[in-house]
């Protein structure tokens, strides 16, 4: 029900289940987070004060995850008044048309992602202001490693990266970089999809980027009951 | 002008078929590289920030969520028994029940697509079985179902809320009045065209009906206590009643009901009791059924997140070129007062929600127009909920109405059909719209009531 | 608007542009800048978190996508650890003291504290002292104890908090009118104009004169870009700064004195302390500055005391 996307190998049908799963528990660790900081509020006048953080973070993880499936089980929503009335050729063209612009969305956003992200990690930004040309050079300033979170402790676990990351400083927050590598991890699996279609279209498997509304999905299963009998 | 070729960039994006949501991203994008000397990792900074930094917008999964598992959970079914047992023996007593199920349950789910799936699905095919045609009978469901935004919780008005900073417990109070009203206007002119034309009538199954109705759909309705009553009574802040909300609608469906989960009965058997399977109180929650409605809530995120993020891209380029001040410097200019500023507003909105989802919408045109009704002395609460109607609208005129689509889809037929069957109650939502623009009172009654003016901080 | 080959300056803040201390501030200086340097600078102006907020802009200003912002004090903390003394309860007996240790050389040291970070302090401006109020009165730090404050993310304040059995929650500040009204939180604390400007005094029993804390700003830039001006544009920027801040900072008091004076005359209650219930509040959060010591620095503590026993 969930699309019309058919994983065709063991191993797709393995990352289509995987992908779902990581959405449902994003999405299900946003409410228990959110609930159980309620509930300690008003019943114990207590609470986790990074659980606000927590879930603003895994809401931008939840879509930042999500797009690139989305974009897999054509699931984004568009508009086909146009497409709808010109001859299959034209429509292949305009989808071709269309992918080569999402593509070169995701392109562009995957260079601001990386460049927004690398300092952060103490790595190296793209020089270049539409494509990268090149590595900066790392200047005093482009070390961002020590960069942390407002309201997130540190897990004591992780201690053995503040040597790599920190100069060997103590973090008493979680760094940045951590929660922010979805950006360039979502924005590099987006291209990824995107460069998937465009061969699906190209191929002839694929006729579009879109639906043409957000509900097909739920409400294929009901439609059958006002059907003409 | 270079604001013209912005949008109209935006628009043929959208018409040769790249998703909205990339259309709008895309041409901010190349706008703020070519005018502007911002970077393009600023561009992925707004893109993070617009879920990381929004508190607000952290109430869209949680609505959604809720409404999902009201939907599984055979809530919906339950509102409609109850709603057909209090006023199916009308004359268009069927289709009224339609219009007052869409009421009850738009008060439980944020969201009008929703709300049109939840009712629609079973309503629609009720009344042509009973002898409406299914012209009438997707008109009133598609024009009802937009009441899903206009009644509280909502979350076209969460997003209105976060763009603008007023407080999103006075916009929910804000609906209420307009959306009862707009119920009733529709319920009246059913009853009126039942009457003229000699309509299906439901019998009247006594009051035993109404009470048995009502107290099994009263697990579904009592999370309007739960949302009001916690946000007004000081328990949870707005985001956090969508959060408890969504936990509420998984107990009642798996504990209550039992439609879905590990209680509910396969292929037709009953549903189970929770003492033939106490652990079911564990296993619950990680149910497949449990699974598969978080991972279609957190799609459906997905797909509506990316656009609002998008539109936040456009309202960066927006902001960087100083467009709204500009925009509101002309408009000042021209001497505009505030009945002509409210019909320009109507109007701007009318056309763009004939091409885009309504959050995406708001994200982008509340910049332009608040601080000018500000300066004009317009109720920023009152225009809010003018924006919300004027989206209700546009949820039900081509070629970008979500409520057309999905009600083509419920009912089985061709698009434009729907579209000339939702006409006549358009017509209805047109007069409450220009009353709801003209009338401020109706926005402003409630929360000037129990909130006390609204604070204007800018 | 800027033309062709003017230096952009773009000031990002989240406050209003003509009520807020920073925001008439800002409003000044970007007036005599575009008045003074035109040819050479423009400055841009953006109020209410249109662009950024407080946490975002000095992102963005390492980034390089914005040149100046006047974020709260607290918000260098993640830079400098030193900075948490502006944070400190009762640490400053009033704005004066504050202003008298921001010129000392302790003070001005703290403006390139963050130079390694990327960040130059350029000005200090002053929003005013800190005040507490709840849905009940405030007399002694017992009748704090066990009710919800909304606080500003900050270890300090949060700790102080604690010190007075007062629950800190974390809230947008949107929200946090309805939130005092219907009760989700009991209360909070800030200057005279937060006060007024939010109208937080509507919702609330009545108003605790503590002055029990501050909140400044600092004027920031990326090193950078600073280092990337001409001599001739920094120098004349840095001078129109200068003679901003000391006019804003020196009006700030009557700004302050006219929302005390505004709230009261909306009917609020404020309640002033004796010295011996003040005294309490001290007793209370006082233990605070043990657990930041050694961030802050003693010499630095000792400083700022020095400076108070002065006035
Ligand atoms: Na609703
Ligand atoms: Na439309």
Redesign the interface.
Known sequence: ??SHYEPKSAFGRFIHELE??V??????A??IV??V??VLR?GFNTGFIWG?EV???L??W???F??S??VKTT?????????NLVSPAARRA??L??AA??L??AF??L???W???ANFANLP?TTG??FPTGLEEMKRTSYRGWYEVVDIPFPEWLRWIQPIMNEGEDYEKLPRFI??FI?PFG?ALLLFRFVQVTLRIWKGEAE???V?????????D???????G | MEVAILFAMVIG??????????SL??SS?IFL?VLS?????????S???????H????AI??FI?ASSFM?TGGVARRIIRFSIALVGHFPGGLAIAGVFACMLFAALSGSS??T??AIG??V??GM?QVGYS?DFAAGVIANAGTLGILIPPSIVMVVY?SAT??????MFLAGVIPGLLAGTMLMVTIYVIAKFRNLPKGEWKGWREVFEAGSEAGWGLFLIVIILGG??????????AA??A??YAFLIASFVYRDMGPLAGKNGAPNLALWQKPIALVTAFVHRDT??T??????????????I?NALILK?VL??E?IPQSIAGMMLDAGFGPVMFLVIVNVILLIGGQ?M?PSGLIVIVA?LVFPIAIELGIDPIHLGIIMVVNMEIGMIT???G?NL??TS?????PMMRVVRAALPFLGVLFVFLIMVTYIPWLSTFLPTTF??PE?I?? | ?CEGDEI?IKFSHVT?SDKHPKGIAASLLMERVNAEMNGKACM?V?P????Y?D??VL??ML???VQLAAPSLSKFEQFTKQFRIFDLPFMFRNIEAVDAFQNSETGQAMKESMVRRGLLGLEFWHNGMKQMSANKPLISPSDAAGLKFRVQPSDVIKAQMEAIGVSPQP??F??V???L????VDGQENTWSNIY???FF??QDGITETNHGIIDYMVVTSVDWWESLPEDVSSQLRTILNEVTVERNAAVGQVDADARQAVLDAGATIRELTPEQRQEWVDAMKPVWEQFKDDVGQENIDAAQAINASM
């Open positions: 029900m969930s779902e799963t959405i449902a528990i994003i999405l299900g946003m409410v959110t609930f900081n309620v008003y606000l879930v603003t973070f809401f931008a939840l879509v930042l999500g797009v499936y989305a699931a984004h929503l568009g508009v086909d008044a146009i497409t305009l989808a048309l269309a612009i999402c070169a969305y562009l956003l260079k601001g992602a460049d927004y992200w930004q202001r539409w929660p922010y950006l924005c579009s980027l879109i043409s509304h957000e509900a097909e999905d739920a409400v294929e009901v439609a059958h009951m006002n059907r003409e | 994006l959208m018409l040769i078929g790249v998703p909205i949501a990339i991203g895309f994008t590289l000397d911002t970077s393009l990792a600023s561009i992925a900074q893109f993070f920030q617009a879920m990381a930094g508190y607000t917008l952290l999964p949680f969520l939907s697509p929703a049109v799936v699905s079973i629609i095919a042509r299914k809320a900073d007023v407080s999103v417990g006075r946000i007004y009574g000081g328990i949870f802040t707005p985001t956090e959060a408890v969504a936990v699974k598969d978080l991972f279609e809530a957190g799609k459906l995120t997905i797909t509506l997140m990316f656009i993020a960066h902001t960087d100083q091409f989802e910049p081509p070629p970008v979500l689509f999905v889809g419920v009912a089985g037929m909130m006390g604070i901080v800018r | 608007a952009v209003n841009e953006f209410n978190s249109t662009l907020n946490d975002q992102e963005a980034q390089g996508d809230m947008a949107s929200e009118y309805g939130a009204q219907t009760g989700v400007g939010q109208k509507e919702v």
